[in-house]
């Protein structure tokens, strides 16, 4: 699924005009879209009543394009109609035959509340540009309120949720939550992060008339299971270990033990062939007895607390002879540790694929300019406080733009970034971008970022790109997520959890 900006939908919008594809045309094929969806969520719930909250603006335009063919199929409609329309509106109100009906007051809305079956949330769509307040912001509070007490009651929003922004995907506190959200032509990025992923329900998209070539250069996607399974690494039955790649995972503290147990596992659950974990002598005994699957690199121990290049000596008398390196889960950031990443990442071995994940992304975050020091490009896992580092912002700021950032970011680097949270998006240097549209309580808990870098790196080793691998790694770990929080709820889930259930979601997708 294609998902794009308000901007370039406006161009998308002009581009029509250009065409002789008139604003009225699309506004009317968008409104009797909502109409046959509205139609069959009635024929659902054998329901007649549909109440359309509609604006002044376009998105009101489309509310009563919707309220005149409901009308005409025998629904029993009523319009909550605040402000002077505009011409066009004006021309649709006036093809409509129930002025009694069309109301302006909020005590006439809280009547047609108490027993609507269907609310229309017709008032804003991508038009909400500022803080809600006034008639509008009554309104959304108390259809909010009814919906509280009156839950079988269904909200479809056009376009998306009123209050909701349609490129960050923040929200108004007075934004009306959707049960289903039906995004005309090409769905807006805003609904599937941050606040989006939860206020928009159901997400579907309508054609509503735009010629195919207007949005061909649309770079922007949703990950979806078709794209998932296309990508997924075939297994041979004549294979070996060494078909599935090579992974060496740099790991794990004292302090921080459990990281490498987690990446090393979710690296082999995901199908790599044989992983390596290099981490201190002293933590081997340790961790082998979780993952005696793993082949072991010792490092020497911090003498004193002094960095020397002895490690990192070693990583890299080794790495040439694997395909992956992922760096930096539970490492922690002593100057140890610092040297150590700055002295593998500056000697690495022409072809091999990088993660980059953890403290690591805090040690490059100290370095000036560090991605002219690293032109390779490797991918980066930063959640919203690491990449407000990296940024040299905030985690706020990062969250007030999530795909802008994220866009940005890759192409000034020349990194693949994965920016972690509810609706994680993943960008390339080069401008593709992919979004998951998942948001999970169960990975808001310690250690599931170790497991996403592991699953990202057993699936690098086993052929696939940068980006490619982001993206399905991304989808599979929240798919595992998606699994246990239907098994065991949201709260208790532990990250280790997740390791066995990463083959049981990869035997479902490829059963299709």
């Given at each position: 699924m ?40 009635l ?35 009523s319009?909550?109609?605040p ?37 229309i ?61 039906l ?47 296309g990508?997924?690494?075939?297994r041979?039955a004549?294979a ?5 790649g ?114 690591a ?35 706020e ?56 870098a ?55 997708l490829?059963?299709?």
């Amino acid at each position: 699924m294609e998902i794009t900006t308000s901007i370039r939908m406006r161009q998308i919008e002009d581009d029509c005009q250009k065409r002789g594809i008139s604003t009225e045309t699309l506004m009317e094929n968008a409104g009797r879209a909502v109409a046959v969806f509205t139609r069959h969520l009635l024929e659902q719930k054998n329901g007649s009543r549909v109440l359309i909250l509609a604006g002044a603006g376009n998105n009101g335009g489309d509310g009563l394009v919707a309220g005149r063919y409901l009308q005409s199929w025998g629904e029993d409609v009523s319009i909550f109609k605040p402000f002077r329309d505009t011409q066009k509106n004006k021309t649709i109100s006036d093809g409509l035959k129930l002025p009694e009906n069309i109301f302006t007051d909020l005590t006439k809305l809280e009547e047609r509340l108490a027993d609507a079956d269907i609310v229309i949330d017709a008032l804003l769509g991508t038009g909400a540009s500022r803080p809600l307040e006034g008639i509008y912001k009554q309104a959304l509070q108390m259809a909010a309120a009814v919906k509280s007490t009156r839950p079988e009651m269904q909200v479809l929003a056009v376009d998306l949720p009123s209050g909701l922004n349609a490129d960050t995907g923040q929200a108004d506190a007075a934004c009306l939550k959707a049960d289903f959200t039906l995004s005309l032509g090409v769905a807006k990025q805003g609904l599937f992060t941050h606040c989006g992923l939860e206020l928009s329900g159901v997400v579907s998209v309508v054609d509503i008339g735009i010629p195919p070539g207007l949005t061909s250069d649309i770079h922007t996607h949703l990950i979806e299971k078709d794209w998932v399974r296309g990508i997924l690494p075939v297994r041979s039955a004549h294979a070996n270990k060494g078909s599935f790649g090579r992974v060496m995972i740099v790991a794990g503290s004292k302090r921080y033990i459990g990281a490498a147990m987690l990446a090393g596992s979710a690296a082999m659950r995901t199908g790599a062939g044989l992983v390596t974990l290099a981490l201190p002598q002293s933590l081997t005994g340790t961790v082998s007895a979780k993952i005696p699957e793993a082949i072991y690199l010792l490092l020497p121990e911090v003498s004193c607390g002094i960095p020397d290049s002895s490690a990192s000596r070693l990583i890299l008398s080794e790495l040439g002879k694997y395909d992956v390196l992922l760096i930096g889960p539970g490492l922690g950031q002593s100057a140890y540790s610092a040297r150590l990443v700055s002295e593998v990442l500056s000697n690495l071995p022409a072809g091999i694929k990088v993660v980059i994940d953890a403290d690591a992304l805090n040690i490059l975050a100290a370095i000036p300019d560090w991605w002219l020091e690293y032109k390779f490009d490797a991918i980066l896992t930063p959640h919203p406080g690491e990449m407000g580092r990296l940024t040299k912002t905030t985690a706020e700021s990062v969250q007030s733009d999530r795909f802008g950032i994220c866009r940005e970011s890759a192409r000034k680097w020349g990194k693949t970034i994965i920016l972690k949270g509810a609706g994680t998006i993943i960008s390339s240097p080069q401008g593709e971008t992919l979004c998951n549209p998942a948001a999970n309580p169960v990975l808001a808990s310690a250690g599931t970022g170790d497991v996403l870098a592991g699953i990202i790196s057993g699936l690098l080793g086993q052929g696939l790109n940068l980006f490619e691998a982001a993206g399905l790694g991304v989808n599979l770990h929240s798919a595992a997520a998606e699994a246990l929080r239907n098994e065991m709820g949201d709260a208790g889930v532990l990250a280790s959890d997740l390791l066995l259930k990463l083959p049981v979601i990869i035997k479902e997708l490829k059963q299709g």
